[in-house]
């Protein structure tokens, strides 16, 4: 028994997290609209939501869906695959990978090893230079990611409307199957009382 409660609690922690992503995937799905327009919002969001500017991330995505006429809401919804959990994992990545594209050898230099007063006035110092790694490297990844993304979520809702599509055919053949039952019953009944 007291094997259980543990495992319980980290099934209760598991389902705090999955729960929300659930209801937002599904909320994605029921956003209306031409899906390659809430698509490319999508990706937008992707996209946007790894450049260095956290906190911004929205205010950036939403005007420039707006300006292409791509789905506000869902290009706001991307941006929050940058969260305060994943930053450190996707802000890790692309300073690696702008670094080595800008072809600087040593850009973990730029980087405070320590926290002190010293390391926090020697990144703001080198804030411009770390904010252009970050920027290049978040295009380089962005890019492909946004395309994924704009694939993946395509996909999705044409399949989701298009299984909503079949249960509403499924449901309409159903009520004509049984209103046809019942109309040669209606006629019989008709026949008899003349």
């Known amino acids: 028994m007291p094997d259980e ?8 922690s598991r389902h ?3 729960e929300p992503l659930k ?3 599904h909320r994605f799905l029921k956003i209306r609209g031409n899906p390659s327009e809430i698509a490319l919002g999508f990706a937008l969001g992707v996209f946007v ?3 260095p500017f956290m906190g911004l991330h929205t205010a950036i995505a939403v005007p420039l869906a707006a300006l292409f006429k791509w789905n ?3 290009a706001a919804l991307a941006v929050w695959i940058s969260n305060p959990i994943s930053a450190p994992f996707i802000y890790g990545i692309t300073y690696y990978v702008g670094a080595k594209v ?4 040593d850009g973990y230099k730029l980087l405070p090893v320590e926290f002190s007063l010293d390391a926090l006035f020697y990144t703001i110092q080198s804030a411009p230079e770390i904010i252009g790694i970050l920027t290049v490297g978040g295009i380089v990844v962005g890019l492909p990611l946004a395309a994924i993304g704009y694939y993946f979520s395509l996909k999705a809702i044409i399949e989701y409307r298009e299984s909503i599509r ?3 055919e499924e449901k309409k053949a159903a009520i004509a199957k049984k209103l046809h039952r019942n ?5 019989k009944i008709k026949k008899k009382r003349r």
């Not at 109309?183 to 006629?187: D, N, Y």
Request: aromatic share 12%.
């Open 72 to 74: 506000k809401f869902s």
């Open 23 to 25: 209801k937002a995937y």
């Open 166 to 168: 079949r249960k509403l």
């Open 102 to 105: 800008l072809l600087i050898p």
């Open 5 to 12: 409660f543990p495992q319980n609690e980290q099934r209760g």
């Open 16 to 18: 705090r997290w999955i």
């Open 49 to 51: 939501s790894l450049t």
């Open 183 to 187: 109309k040669p019953l209606k006629k």
